[in-house]
């Protein structure tokens, strides 16, 4: 299993920005989720948003609902799934990552413990 995170950046608080995760494996043949999680210096990593293989099931985390968007994109054994996160806010500054729990139907609040693959992250600032 690979995935890799990326799209992060400097940005000023309102912009926008739009995070990949690129993954493949032998789990983009099966059902899975993909889950974004975020820690900011200081605090616990904590899951933002899910998304299954199908795109049927999604979640988000209350501060970032409205805001940001998960989305898949899956060819055969590879899979793209994208979080459009629009009017950032300096609270969103954070390393970012995305993991895959395979065999999940469907998502609810990601759990670290649940996502048994991982990504690198991608550092999101968020500063006037």
């Known amino acids: 299993v690979q995935l890799q995170a990326s799209g992060g950046g400097l940005v000023q608080p309102g912009d926008s920005l739009r995070l990949s995760c690129a993954g493949s494996?032998?789990?983009?043949?099966?059902?899975?989720?993909i889950g974004w999680f975020r820690q900011a210096p200081g605090t616990q990593r904590e899951g933002i948003s899910c998304?299954?293989?199908?795109?049927?099931?999604?979640?988000?985390e209350s501060s970032v609902k409205g805001r940001f968007t998960i989305s898949t994109d899956n060819a055969k054994n590879t899979v793209t799934v994208s979080l459009q996160m629009n009017n950032l806010k300096p609270e969103d500054t954070a390393v970012y990552f995305c993991?895959?729990?395979?065999?999940?139907?469907?998502?609810?609040?990601?759990?670290?413990?649940?996502?048994?693959?991982w990504g690198q992250g991608t550092l999101v600032t968020v500063s006037s």
């Open positions: 993991a895959v729990d395979p065999g999940r139907l469907w998502c609810q609040r990601p759990e670290e413990y649940e996502y048994g693959y």
């Open positions: 494996g032998g789990f983009a043949r099966n059902y899975y989720a």
């Open positions: 998304i299954t293989s199908g795109g049927d099931s999604t979640w988000y």
